[in-house]
T-cell receptor
Framework: AQKVTQAQTEISVVEKEDVTLDCVYE???????LFWYKQPPSGELVFLIR??????QNEISGRYSWNFQKSTSSFNFTITASQVVDSAVYFC?????????????FGTGTRLKVLA | DAGVIQSPRHEVTEMGQEVTLRCKPI?????LFWYRQTMMRGLELLIY????????DSGMPEDRFSAKMPNASFSTLKIQPSEPRDSAVYFC?????????FGPGTRLTVL
């Protein structure tokens, strides 16, 4: 079974706090990609990061960092020193690389509210 | 470069009417995806194309929904006849590899 679980439905933090969004996935494929997308109140879906299953290095981009651990099937996303503009719904997605297709399995999303 | 373009951005129609949503993918991308987003069901993949050929339409809810991709730069999603339960935001996305880039969406309201 292919599945992405984002157990946190909604998180509220005060500006400048750090926050971690959890993502747990299930797949039988050995080759797969994981993604994070941001959906701000304006509604568009914005690509944030891609990670392939062979690369467990953590990644940092400014205030954003991602922790990929195959041992726990998790791909968590941390925002350091959160800002009001980070308020959005964040989606984690999985695409098992089966026959070269790129069909996404999305999680249900985590709504992040950053309060001033 | 222009991103994925969708039109219209908003559509309000009455039950029973035909609705056509349009999408122009990013130039050079060979995959095109249609999604539907609702509060109840989240993001659902409806259908996707590779090189203009439909690959998987298992997410299309019923025969009232149809999608076409007559060329590499244009796709349509048609609902005929529309029903109130079709009200949702419909996204088009395109990709060249694994990352999908989404359009702004079409918010459809069926009265």
């Amino acid at each position: 079974a292919q599945k992405v679980t984002q157990a946190q439905t909604e998180i509220s933090v005060v500006e400048k706090e750090d926050v971690t969004l959890d993502c747990v996935y299930e797949t039988r494929d050995t080759t797969y990609y994981l993604f994070w997308y941001k959906q701000p109140p304006s509604g568009e879906l914005v690509f944030l990061i891609r990670r392939n299953s062979f690369d467990e290095q953590n990644e940092i981009s400014g205030r954003y960092s991602w922790n990929f651990q195959k041992s726990t099937s998790s791909f968590n996303f941390t925002i350091t020193a959160s800002q009001v503009v980070d308020s959005a719904v964040y989606f984690c997605a999985l695409t098992p690389f089966t026959s070269g297709t790129y069909k996404y399995i999305f999680g249900t999303g985590t709504r992040l509210k950053v309060l001033a | 470069d222009a991103g994925v373009i969708q039109s219209p951005r908003h559509e309000v129609t009455e039950m029973g009417q035909e609705v056509t949503l349009r999408c122009k993918p990013i130039s050079g991308h060979d995959y095109l995806f249609w999604y539907r987003q609702t509060m109840m069901r989240g993001l659902e993949l409806l259908i996707y194309f590779n090189n203009n050929v439909p690959i998987d339409d298992s997410g299309m809810p019923e025969d009232r929904f149809s999608a076409k991709m007559p060329n590499a730069s244009f796709s349509t999603l048609k609902i005929q006849p529309s029903e109130p339960r079709d009200s949702a935001v419909y996204f088009c996305a395109s990709s060249l590899s694994s990352e999908q880039f989404f359009g702004p969406g079409t918010r459809l309201t069926v009265l």
